[in-house]
C-alpha cells in the first residue's frame, strides 16, 4: 500500500495520479529551486505546494428537502502521533467521499432536480461508508482517551444556487488539476462575480496564481481569504510558499510561524520552515524542522528529501545519499530526489554513477532542466566538454533563461580555451541573474586565462561583493595577484580562503605555488604536503612539489613526482612538458624531446613545450631546427622572453651574430633585468668585433 506524500491518505493504487483524500496532483512536481555550486552544477529542494479541497462531511436525505448534515472537525494533535495519523487519514476519506456526494447531488439536480426519491437512492452507498468512519474515529477517541476531535453537527437546506457555486468550484478543481489553470481561473471568477466572499474561490484563486507564476496577486488574494479567516493554516502556509518563492525567506518564516500558532503541528508548515532555515543557513534549526515534520508524518518524502539536502550542503554526502533514499522508497519516481541522488555522487567525484541517477530523473521527467544542466556538468568533470556543452544545450531548450545552464556551458568553453566565447555566455548568464556570484567569479577566469589579470580582479571583487566568504573568488583573486608576480598580496588571499576552508587542497597548493616563487622552498613542500594530505591524488600539488625539487637541482627526485601525477593524469600536458625538462638537465635531450612531443600532441600551442622542444635541439647541436620551434612558440606568443633568448642563442651558434643581437635586444625589452641575454648580447658584439678586426687585417694584407 502506498500513502499521499502530502496527507498521508491510503491510496488503493499505485498508479493513482490525484490523491482522493487533499486532491494534490501525485505526479512528480517539476517545480524545483536550484542551487549551483562552483559554476558547475546546480541540485533541487522542495517545497510543498498545498491545495485546498472542499472540508465537509456526511449526508442525509429526505424525500421532503435536501439536507445535509455539516461535519466541521478540528484535529488536535497531542502526544497521540500514531492515532492522530489515523484521524487525519479518515477525515481526508471523509472529505473525499463528501465531495463525491456533492457532485452527485449537483449532477442529478441539473438533470432533473424534483428526483429526491433518486437522489436518495443513490447517495446510500456514500451515505454509509461516511458514518462508518465517523463511528471509527470515535472509537479512537475512546481508545486514547483523549479528546482528538471536535464534531459540531447542524442541518442546513441546500439551494440549487449553493449547488451552482459548488459545482463551479468542483470544475474548478478538476480544471486545475488537469492543469488547465485559465480554465479554473475562470470558474473561481464565475464563483467570485456571484459571491465576493466565498472563501473556497478565493483561496483556490490564489494558489493557481502561485501554480502560474503571478506571485503579486497570488499574494493580494491570500490576502483577501486571511481578512475573512486570519487563522486559516492553508492560507497562511501557501502565502508563507509565494514569499518563499519570491526568495522573501524572512518574510515566509513568519507566515509559517502563524501557520503554526494556529496548529503547532501542521506538517506542511513544519517542513516550509525548515526549508526557510535552511535559506538561512541556519542548518541544524532546519534539520529540527525537518525531524519534527517527520516524527508527526514519517512518510513525508519532502521532509526526508530536504533532511538529504541540508547534509549534502554540509559536505556530508554518504548521509545525504541515505536520506535520499528513505524519500526514494516513498517515492521511487520522484525526479528531485533522484536528480539530487546524482548530486551527491557527483559530488563524491562518482560521476558516471551520477550520470545515471540523471538519468533515472530524465526518464520520470524529460524535461527535468536541472537534470539536463547536472547531467552536462558531470560529462564536463569527465572532460567530455563538447558531450557536456550538448546537455546544457538541451537545458536550454527547455529554459532558454535558465542562467545555471547558460553559465555551465561558459565554463564548458573555457575548458576547451575559448574564452572569449566563454565570456559571452557569462554575461547571458549575469543579465538573467545579476548576482550570479558562479558566472562572476567564471569570467573573471575567463579574463585571466587571457592574460587580463586585473580585469579578472575586478570581476572576482564583484563576486566577493555579493559573497564575502565564496572561498573559490578568494583563491582565485590570489592566483591573479599570484600571475601580476605580486606574490605576497597573493599568500594574503589564499590566508583568506584558507581561515574559512582550511582543508581546501587548492588553496593550501596555491599558497605553496606563491612560496616557491619567493624562493622559500622548503615552507612551498610543506604546503604541498599539506595538500596532498588532504588530497593525495592531487595533480598540481604532485606536479609543482617535483618542481620545487627540480629547482633545488634534485632533478631525479623531481622526475619521481612528475611521474606519480601523470599515473593520476597521463593527458596532463603541463607535467609531462615538465618531466622533459627534467630529463633535459640529466642531459637526456632525446628522452626529453619524446616527453615534449607528447605533452604537445595534447596540446599543440603548449608554449613552453614547443620553446623546450627547441632547446633540446640545440642542446644536440642541431641549430636550424632549434630555431623553427622557437618560431613555432613565438607565433603562438610573441612576447616569449625564453623562446626569444633561445633563439638569439641558437643564431649566435649558427655565427650569425648580428641576427643574435637582435633577438637578445628583444628578450632585453621583454625583461630589461635578463642577466644572460646581457651577456650574450656582449659576447656576441665581441664575436663581432674580433671578426671585424680579422676583416681588416686580411684586407690590409691584400692591399699591400
Not at 215 to 228: G, P
Not at 442 to 456: C, P, Q, R, S, V
Not at 620 to 629: D, P, Q, R, S, V
Request: charged share 25%; glycine share 6%; proline share 3%.
Amino acid at each position: 500500500m502506498s500513502f499521499c506524500h502530502q496527507c498521508g491518505y491510503s491510496l488503493e493504487s499505485d498508479n493513482e495520479t490525484i490523491c482522493p483524500g487533499c486532491g494534490i496532483d501525485l505526479r512528480p512536481s517539476n517545480d524545483q529551486n536550484s542551487t549551483n555550486e562552483a559554476g558547475n552544477i546546480s541540485s533541487s529542494e522542495s517545497i510543498n505546494d498545498i491545495n485546498n479541497t472542499p472540508s465537509s462531511g456526511t449526508a442525509t436525505f429526505d424525500n421532503q428537502s435536501l439536507n445535509y448534515t455539516i461535519v466541521e472537525n478540528t484535529i488536535i494533535f497531542d502526544d497521540k502521533g500514531d492515532a492522530s495519523v489515523k484521524v487525519l487519514d479518515l477525515f481526508q476519506r471523509l472529505s473525499h467521499k463528501s465531495n463525491l456526494l456533492y457532485q452527485l447531488l449537483a449532477d442529478n439536480y441539473q438533470k432533473n432536480e424534483n428526483k429526491a426519491q433518486e437522489l436518495q437512492d443513490s447517495s446510500i452507498a456514500l451515505v454509509k461508508p461516511c458514518q462508518d468512519i465517523l463511528d471509527e474515529v470515535e472509537k479512537i477517541e475512546a481508545e486514547c482517551k483523549t479528546r482528538i476531535i471536535d464534531i459540531k453537527i447542524g442541518e442546513l437546506q441546500i439551494s440549487k444556487h449553493d449547488l451552482e457555486l459548488k459545482h463551479l468550484i468542483l470544475m474548478g478543481n478538476q480544471y486545475f488539476y488537469l492543469g488547465k489553470y485559465d480554465y479554473a481561473l475562470e470558474c473561481y471568477d464565475r464563483i467570485l462575480h456571484i459571491d465576493v466572499r466565498y472563501f473556497e474561490a478565493i483561496l483556490n484563486k490564489a494558489f493557481t496564481l502561485n501554480k502560474v507564476g503571478r506571485y503579486s496577486e497570488a499574494i493580494d488574494w491570500y490576502d483577501k481569504a486571511l481578512k475573512i479567516h486570519p487563522n486559516h493554516v492553508n492560507a497562511l502556509n501557501n502565502k508563507g510558499e509565494v514569499l518563499y518563492t519570491l526568495e522573501r525567506y524572512g518574510d515566509a518564516i513568519e507566515y509559517f510561524d502563524r501557520a503554526l500558532q494556529v496548529n503547532p503541528n501542521y506538517v506542511n508548515a513544519l517542513n516550509n520552515k525548515g526549508t526557510g532555515l535552511y535559506k538561512h543557513e541556519r542548518y541544524s534549526d532546519a534539520i529540527e524542522y525537518f525531524d519534527r515534520t517527520l516524527k508527526i508524518y514519517p512518510n513525508h518524502a519532502n521532509a526526508l528529501n530536504n533532511k538529504g539536502w541540508v547534509y549534502y550542503t554540509l559536505g556530508r554526502y554518504d548521509e545525504a545519499i541515505e536520506w535520499y533514499d528513505e524519500a526514494l522508497k516513498i517515492e521511487p519516481d520522484d525526479a528531485i530526489s533522484l536528480n539530487n541522488q546524482g548530486k551527491a555522487r557527483y559530488s563524491l567525484g562518482r560521476y558516471n554513477e551520477a550520470i545515471e541517477w540523471y538519468d533515472k530523473a530524465l526518464e520520470v521527467d524529460p524535461k527535468n532542466v536541472n537534470a539536463l544542466n547536472n547531467k552536462g556538468a558531470a560529462f564536463d568533470k569527465l572532460g567530455r566538454y563538447i558531450e557536456a556543452i550538448e546537455w546544457y544545450d538541451k537545458a536550454l531548450d527547455v529554459d532558454p533563461k535558465n542562467a545555471n545552464a547558460l553559465n555551465n556551458k561558459g565554463r564548458a568553453l573555457h575548458s576547451l580555451g575559448k574564452y572569449s566565447e566563454a565570456i559571452e555566455w557569462y554575461d547571458k548568464s549575469l543579465k538573467i541573474d545579476p548576482k550570479n556570484v558562479n558566472a562572476l567569479n567564471n569570467k573573471g577566469a575567463a579574463y585571466d586565462e587571457l592574460g587580463k589579470y586585473i580585469e579578472a580582479i575586478e570581476w572576482y571583487d564583484k563576486a566577493l561583493e555579493i559573497k564575502s566568504t565564496y572561498t573559490i573568488s578568494l583563491n582565485n583573486k590570489g592566483a591573479a595577484f599570484y600571475s601580476l608576480g605580486r606574490y605576497s598580496e597573493a599568500i594574503e588571499w589564499y590566508d583568506k580562503a584558507l581561515k574559512l576552508e582550511p582543508n581546501d587542497p587548492d588553496s593550501l597548493n596555491n599558497k605553496g605555488r606563491a612560496l616557491q616563487s619567493l624562493g622559500k622552498y622548503i615552507e612551498a613542500i610543506d604546503w604541498y604536503d599539506k595538500a596532498l594530505k588532504i588530497d593525495p591524488r592531487h595533480v598540481n600539488a604532485l606536479n609543482n612539489k617535483g618542481w620545487v625539487y627540480y629547482t633545488l637541482g634534485r632533478h631525479s627526485k623531481a622526475i619521481e613526482y612528475f611521474d606519480e601525477a601523470l599515473k593520476l593524469k597521463p593527458q596532463n600536458a603541463n607535467v609531462l612538458n615538465n618531466k622533459g625538462v627534467a630529463l633535459d638537465e640529466l642531459g637526456k635531450y632525446n628522452e626529453a624531446m619524446e616527453w615534449y612531443d607528447k605533452a604537445l600532441a595534447i596540446d599543440p600551442k603548449h608554449v613552453n613545450a614547443l620553446n623546450n622542444k627547441g632547446s633540446a635541439l640545440d642542446e644536440l647541436g642541431k641549430y636550424n631546427e632549434a630555431i623553427e620551434w622557437y618560431d613555432k612558440a613565438l607565433k603562438i606568443y610573441p612576447e616569449h622572453v625564453n623562446a626569444t633568448f633561445n633563439k638569439g642563442a641558437s643564431l649566435f651558434n649558427l655565427g650569425k651574430y648580428n641576427e643574435a643581437i637582435e633577438w637578445y635586444d628583444k628578450a632585453l625589452k621583454l625583461d630589461p633585468k635578463n642577466v644572460q641575454a646581457k651577456n650574450n648580447k656582449h659576447l656576441a658584439e665581441e664575436k663581432l668585433g674580433k671578426s671585424k678586426g680579422v676583416s681588416n687585417i686580411l684586407s690590409k694584407l691584400t692591399n699591400d
